[in-house]
């Protein structure tokens, strides 16, 4: 390689960065899928039993446009919408709220978490991205919310949105979560 100028400049060391790290946390009603999104990122396997009640941090080396990240993603398992939320709020640099798209309760309950994330992020600095995303796509024939009504949603909060499917293609999965750490960057 040739650096023109470089010749006549000191030598400077170029300090050894660590990975950075990029805390992701999953939320939404029970049976959205949240496991399901999780599992399939971190080993492109769509598992379809997963125990409900499991609340877990995982952890995957990704290379997102070249550079490595350490992607830890919080699976959460709350019941009861954002009760007791103070143990992701403070560790999380981006949120990922899901619903399916076949159930209209698990949509209306993305509200409260949203109003919960939006509510503690507001000010924050960096701020933390948020996606609200509609899952289970390939369950098309029995839709209850409309693509329309999510990017409503969505609009009103300020955040991404996406629909997608985690037993359908493992690329536009990754997708997302590659999206949510370039988001994370630009803060
Ligand atoms: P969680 O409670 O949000 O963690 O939801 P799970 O990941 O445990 O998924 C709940 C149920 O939905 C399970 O039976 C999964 O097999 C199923 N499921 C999850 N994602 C999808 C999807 O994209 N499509 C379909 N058809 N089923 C899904
Ligand atoms: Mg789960």
Same mark, same amino acid.
């Given at each position: 390689?040739?650096?023109?100028?470089?010749?006549?400049?000191?030598?400077?060391?170029?300090?050894?960065?660590?990975?950075?790290?990029?805390?992701?946390?999953?939320?939404?009603?029970?049976?959205?899928?949240?496991?399901?999104?999780?599992?399939?990122?971190?080993?492109?396997?769509?598992?379809?039993?997963?125990?409900?009640?499991?609340? @877990?941090?995982? +952890? $995957?080396? &990704? /290379?997102?446009? =070249?550079?490595?990240?350490? #992607?830890? *993603?919080?699976?959460?398992?709350? !019941?009861?919408?954002?009760?007791?939320?103070?143990?992701?709020?403070?560790?999380?640099?981006?949120?990922?709220?899901?619903?399916?798209? @076949?159930?209209? +309760? $698990?949509? &209306? /309950?993305?509200? =409260?978490?949203?109003?919960? #994330?939006? *509510?503690?992020?507001?000010?924050? !600095?960096?701020?933390?991205?948020?996606?609200?995303?509609?899952?289970?796509?390939?369950?098309?024939?029995?839709?209850?919310?409309?693509?329309?009504?999510?990017?409503?949603?969505?609009?009103?909060?300020?955040?991404?949105?996406?629909?997608?499917?985690?037993?359908?293609?493992?690329?536009?999965?990754?997708?997302?979560?590659?999206?949510?750490?370039?988001?994370?960057?630009?803060?």
């Amino acid at each position: 390689l040739m650096f023109g100028k470089a010749r006549t400049c000191n030598i400077v060391t170029v300090p050894e960065h660590e990975p950075s790290e990029c805390n992701i946390v999953i939320l939404g009603a029970m049976g959205s899928g949240k496991s399901a999104l999780t599992v399939k990122f971190l080993t492109k396997r769509f598992i379809s039993e997963y125990d409900p009640n499991l609340e @877990d941090t995982y +952890s $995957s080396e &990704e /290379a997102v446009d =070249q550079q490595p990240v350490l #992607v830890k *993603v919080m699976d959460t398992a709350d !019941q009861d919408g954002p009760v007791n939320c103070e143990r992701y709020l403070s560790w999380a640099n981006a949120f990922i709220i899901v619903y399916s798209i @076949d159930n209209r +309760s $698990s949509f &209306e /309950a993305c509200q =409260q978490y949203l109003e919960t #994330v939006t *509510v503690y992020c507001k000010g924050l !600095q960096p701020e933390a991205p948020v996606v609200l995303l509609g899952n289970k796509v390939d369950m098309e024939r029995y839709r209850q919310v409309s693509k329309a009504d999510g990017a409503a949603l969505a609009l009103r909060f300020g955040c991404l949105f996406f629909e997608v499917s985690a037993c359908l293609d493992f690329l536009s999965v990754q997708h997302i979560f590659h999206e949510v750490v370039r988001e994370v960057r630009r803060e």
